[in-house]
């Protein structure tokens, strides 16, 4: 029996008599199944539930992303929680058939999705010490706050313990860099997880790195770690992976007997 045939029987899914239009039943969104990239939705979210056992209340489709003023559409995305507030997953989905290129340009869009803009949170500039330009959420949580200029990144002195207390536990700051040592830069504080500020933060960048290719309109930047150790990173977008180097050195040295 095919995924198909199975998402029919579980209810997950329904036809027309032509066959020519799908109805996700979980959220009653009727859709053109001859669109070639329509027969790839239905089966990945079919192998999302009955495959790898993804709870379908936790599944969405069709996700309006804001991004900055402009509206976006994310095919699916898979939540880590009931009330849909945490996303784990975010899936472009695409016709089987396609070139390198569109293959690129959809693994960028699904990047984009990761991170949704979000208003501005009261009081930050009493918690942190500066107005953020804009702010964003990214797939894991963390709170992303871009600054007008590298001086507030520089001058920032959190309240760590207001930071836990307001939903801030997680937040990475960030400019263009005005310096010229580098395109961008970046502090990463993380009270939740007991860290005050992480003095580099290769984890980081994968949610960075999406944001600023984006408004720098480059595939390559430099990122400086303003902590007060500092660390600078290059950072590169290679098809679906995002590529961090730095250099770095050995602090111990272990063999392991099996």
């Not at 998402?7 to 669109?35: A, H, P």
């Not at 990239?37 to 709870?55: D, G, M, R």
């Not at 500039?125 to 507030?152: C, H, N, Q, T």
């Not at 536990?169 to 970046?186: E, F, N």
Request: include cysteine; proline fraction near 3%; charged fraction near 30%.
């Amino acid at each position: 029996m095919t995924n198909i045939e199975r998402g029919i029987q579980k209810k997950l899914i329904s036809f027309d008599e032509e066959r020519r239009m799908i109805t996700y039943l979980n959220q009653n969104k009727k859709r053109n199944y001859v669109n070639p990239e329509e027969k790839v939705q239905a089966e990945t979210f079919l192998n999302l539930v009955l495959t790898y056992n993804y709870p379908v209340n936790r599944i969405r489709q069709f996700v309006s992303v804001q991004m900055g003023s402009e509206t976006k559409e994310a095919d699916i995305i898979v939540y880590d929680d009931d009330k849909l507030e945490s996303p784990l997953i975010v899936i472009e989905c695409k016709k089987e058939e396609i070139s390198d290129q569109e293959f690129e340009t959809a693994v960028n869009q699904a990047y984009s999705y990761a991170i949704q803009s979000i208003d501005t949170y009261r009081d930050f500039k009493r918690l942190v010490g500066f107005e953020p330009v804009e702010m964003y959420s990214s797939i894991y949580d963390w709170k992303i706050a871009v600054a007008e200029k590298e001086e507030d990144i520089l001058n920032a002195e959190p309240d760590f313990d207001a930071l836990n207390k307001n939903g801030l536990g997680h937040l990475m700051i960030t400019s263009k860099c005005d310096s010229k040592q580098a395109d961008i830069v970046v502090r990463c504080f993380a009270p939740m997880s007991g860290i005050n500020e992480d003095p580099v933060t290769g984890s980081a960048h994968c949610a960075l790195a999406p944001l600023w290719f984006e408004k720098l309109g480059k595939a390559e930047l430099d990122s400086l770690q303003l902590s007060k150790r500092t660390g600078l990173l290059k950072v590169k977008l290679n098809g679906e992976r995002v590529e961090i180097k730095g250099k770095a050195i050995t602090i111990f040295e272990a063999k392991m007997k099996i």
